[in-house]
């Protein structure tokens, strides 16, 4: 058993990076079955679990520290050194700002329920 802080070699925050649970989290290294030529990339066995669970299957912050049986300050930290490296791509969810207002949803549903 690994201690966290170890995992992290002792940061607790993700550098500039601000991971929300519900952000999406994509691998953007090729399938190793698809493209056996290209190397792996040299990073520890738990950022390589990580990258091996979002190769094809994108999985929120939240996701994978459950599949990971690890704390989500320490996914952050682990998903902040992936997306420095370039090896994952991140999807942020929209801000409730963007999101539009309740009112125009209901006005378009009267809308379709009159068709």
Known sequence: MVRPYAMTRGRTGAG?????????????????????????????????????????NPLSVAELAADLDLPVGVVRVLLGDLLAAGLIRVRRPVPPALLPDERILQEVIRGLRAL
């Open 16 to 56: 500039e990076q601000q991971f929300d649970l519900i952000a999406v989290v994509v691998t953007e290294l090729p399938d190793p079955t698809l493209a056996p030529d290209v190397p792996e990339p040299p990073v520890g066995p738990e950022q390589a679990h990580i990258l091996a669970l979002c190769r094809g």
